[in-house]
């Protein structure tokens, strides 16, 4: 999904970072952003990073309920397969999956969990000095 150049100016982060071509393939996610950094995600672990109220309740119920030494019971196959990727207004992306749920990820937040090591290693050092 190519950002159109007239968008590009009006979409508005908290980091003054907005995405210039988000890509989707089967296994990877890819934000391109206006400084050149390119975020790459797993499906899998971006469905997993969903911060909305049925996956935080279900994520709080798994970990409320899994005894020592169970593994939790995966859903179906097609539960991190991307369909669509549209913009959520101005501020963020909604994915929508094969399964139906929608995912709505701020520019902010997606930034903020790319899986680079360089990005890993900065939130690891932020972190060491709170």
């Known amino acids: 999904m190519q950002i159109p150049e007239d968008e590009k100016g009006r979409i508005q982060t908290g980091l003054r970072l907005a995405p210039v071509a988000v890509n989707v393939s089967a296994d990877v996610f890819e934000i391109v952003w206006e400084n050149g ?23 709080e119920k798994l970990l409320e309920q899994r005894a020592p030494r169970q593994l939790p019971v995966l859903g179906p196959a097609t539960r991190a397969e991307i369909a669509s990727v549209q913009h959520a207004g101005r501020y963020g992306l ?6 139906n749920h929608h995912s709505i990820f701020t520019f902010e937040y997606l930034y903020s969990i790319c899986p ?10 932020d972190d060491a000095a709170e």
């Open 94 to 99: 909604d994915v929508r999956w094969r399964d």
């Open 37 to 59: 950094h390119a975020s790459r995600y797993a499906p899998a672990d971006l469905r997993a990073q969903c911060d909305c109220a049925k996956c935080h309740d279900q994520r």
């Open 116 to 125: 680079c090591s360089l990005c890993r290693v900065a939130r690891e050092i």
